[in-house]
């Protein structure tokens, strides 16, 4: 019975220690003497003990926050960014056995490819069109670990230190192209007014009584609420008559020589 019982307890410990499981997330490179053997994963599979050895590998996307790295621009500015960088494994054999520490490898790659990105760009673009240096980025980092199974799936830069003196300058000529916007501005509004203005006058001469209706309306804008000013206005002709009249009037009664 115990020759039965002792060969049937190492078999069972054997299948035992042999099971591994993997989460979903989780995949098992699996070597068997030194060789590639496969993929295992996700869930319950067995490897020969003592034979095969695995490397577990996380395939979920991971984030790497990248430093500050000062570096100096096309338009000789020099700067600081940081940025952040999320990729995938999509083949963890070839990040197991084409590259010694992918993680570190791609956070090196990412970092010295940012500082050579900035400094192809002037300040401005930088600034402005932050996703074309994304983009750029991205592009060449997802180039070179494409050879490691590995996807980059978003960059993104998320700080820009600008010197306090560049700072200062950036202002100035942000306030004096505001400035000219505004006198832009002002000046076609007066050439607008001028428009407007000649067009009312061509409507006054064609038709003087709009002259007179404009006072009428005047009168009602002063006579506002607990306005205790009172304005009398008159048409013009009727000025231009009455001075006509005390002047006929004043040479009626005026000596002539003969009375003299």
Do not use: C
Not at 32 to 39: K, V
Not at 108 to 118: D, K
Not at 177 to 188: F, G, M, N, S
Request: charge should be negative; aromatic fraction near 6%.
């Amino acid at each position: 019975m115990e020759q039965i019982l002792i060969p049937l307890f190492a078999i069972v410990s054997v299948a035992i220690a042999g099971l591994r499981v993997e989460r979903e997330y989780e995949r098992g490179v699996v070597f068997r003497l030194g060789r590639f053997q496969g993929i295992k994963g996700p869930g319950l599979y067995w490897i020969i003990p003592a034979v095969d050895q695995k490397t577990r590998v996380d395939v979920r996307t991971k984030t790497v926050d990248i430093e500050p790295q000062e570096t100096v621009t096309a338009d000789s500015v020099t700067i600081r960014v940081n940025a952040v960088l999320y990729y995938r494994v999509m083949d963890p054999s070839k990040a197991i056995n084409r590259v010694e520490n992918y993680q570190m490898a791609v956070y090196q790659t990412a970092m010295t490819t940012l500082r050579n990105v900035v400094g192809q760009n002037i300040l401005d673009d930088i600034l402005q069109n932050r996703d074309k240096v994304n983009f750029k980025v991205q592009e060449i980092v997802d180039e070179v670990t494409a050879p490691w199974g590995i996807v980059v799936e978003r960059v993104e830069m998320k700080d820009v230190e600008i010197p306090s003196t560049m700072q200062r300058a950036m202002a100035k000529e942000a306030e004096a192209v505001r400035e000219k916007r505004a006198r832009l501005i002002k000046a076609e509004a007066e050439e607008d007014a001028s428009i407007k203005l000649s067009e009312a006058s061509k409507n006054i001469v064609n038709n003087p009584a709009a002259l007179e209706l404009r006072r009428l309306q005047m009168l009602t804008e002063i006579g506002a609420e607990n306005n205790t000013t009172t304005i009398l206005m008159m048409p013009s002709d009727f000025i231009t008559l009455a001075k006509q009249w005390s002047e006929a009037l004043s040479d009626s009664h005026s000596p002539t020589q003969d009375q003299k």
